[in-house]
């Protein structure tokens, strides 16, 4: 580990030669606080969502309503109930710089920390808590998210199919821990 101000600092999960401004599709997993089930219950292969599952379903929905600057492009999603898995199209917008790049050769300079995909996950977050908490709920996310740069089709199409059965696949899913 590092030491920033002489404490230590948890290394960055994001790609270190990657610009997540970058126009593409990005494969993302946010899992509640020690997996803990708030976002409902999948039974006999459908996922039933609780009231606080039925927020991240609105707030995800608001985060395409909210940033019509960036583009963005919503793909399959499902709300699981300890984590949330979503592919989120990020298109050519002002913010992204070269306009005439694809997703497989975008390596630049990072751009607006307020206009990327971790600006985007925060604000969903944020969303979720502060509405979560109106109902008194005493939840909590991890601190923070995994992602995957989809580079070509036949990765969007694995991962999309993974998103569509996975409540079909809860028992034998990494995340079914705390039942």
Known sequence: MIKYKNKYRINSARHPDWDYSNHGNYFV???TYNR????GDVLNGNMVLSDIGKIVKSQWIKTFEMRPDMNLIMHNYIIMPNHFHAIIGIGKNKYNGDLGRDAMHCVSSFG???KNLASIIRGFKIGVT???RILNMNFKW???FHDHI???ENSFLIISNYIINNPKNWTQD???CNS
């Open 29 to 31: 997993t946010i899992c």
């Open 36 to 39: 803990q089930h708030f976002f």
């Open 112 to 114: 607006s920390q307020s």
């Open 130 to 132: 502060k509405n979560a």
């Open 142 to 144: 991890q601190t923070r």
């Open 150 to 152: 989809i580079r070509n």
């Open 174 to 176: 990494a995340f079914h």
